[in-house]
């Protein structure tokens, strides 16, 4: 049976000593930014980015083409008519909308934007890419990015069951999957850099005999857990 609280008021000590957040975003900003060089990133992402972007657009022409779609030049369609053809759930609508958006800087595919509905035309033929070469290619010349695109190559061959409902986005990606991802993507070890120094300076001036009380890290693959624990008094 559930009893009420105590009646007696609760004190609450303010935690005046933590960091003001413009300077500590702007501490954190120059520490990303050190990481990232250390990392060798700024350089190699300057090239990885682009042959990346065409290997998700790729992707893209291939999720389509697993849902049933394959574009030809001419063709005018709404986002409704599209989501109907391909039998996708219509919980997914928006992020089938980004996917398109996606595709648009290559040219062949130009929205509509004076229609009713989201609409596109395609004006010309994609062009046929080798996905898997691109991928390999990728993994070759660039390996510190094989959790980026170990990520990528099996969400591309899951995702139209999910956008079907056939399937749970959770069952795509395995929690093996997702550790590795948080261990070794070379993003995601600059974020939980940060955030560990973020913890670092807001502990920084604890009072002595101050009790730190914290309510949750990260989203359960520990990636986050593993830059924090390690800083705690």
């Not at 061959?157 to 399937?167: E, F, P, Y």
């Not at 795509?172 to 999957?177: A, D, I, P, W």
Request: some cysteine; hydrophobic content about 45%; overall charge positive.
């Amino acid at each position: 049976q559930l009893k009420p609280l105590s009646a007696a008021p609760c004190t609450r000590t303010p935690a005046d000593y933590l960091p003001d957040n413009a300077k500590l975003a702007a501490k954190l900003r120059v520490s990303a930014a050190d990481f990232s060089t250390a990392l060798g990133m700024n350089a190699r992402y300057q090239e990885w980015e682009p042959r990346f972007l065409q290997l998700c657009r790729s992707s893209i022409l291939t999720v389509f083409k697993h849902l049933g779609w394959r574009p030809k030049a001419g063709e005018s369609f709404t986002l409704p008519a599209l989501l109907k053809r391909t039998k996708v759930q219509p919980a997914h609508e928006r992020f089938v909308h980004r996917l398109l958006t996606l595709l648009e800087p290559e040219g062949w595919l130009q929205s509509e934007p004076s229609a009713e509905a989201p609409a596109w035309t395609v004006t010309a033929k994609p062009a046929a890419l080798n996905r898997d070469k691109l991928w390999q290619d990728l993994v070759f010349h660039f390996p510190a990015f094989h959790p980026e695109l170990m990520l990528l190559d099996r969400s591309t061959d899951g995702l139209a069951d999910v956008l079907r409902g056939k399937s749970d986005a959770a069952a795509v990606l395995t929690v093996n999957m997702l550790e590795h991802f948080e261990a070794a993507s070379v993003f995601t070890r600059v974020y939980n850099h940060v955030i560990g120094e973020a913890v670092t300076a807001a502990l920084a001036q604890v009072p002595e005999g101050r009790r730190v009380r914290i309510l949750e890290i990260g989203a359960g693959t520990g990636g986050v857990a593993a830059s924090v624990l390690p800083r705690l008094p």
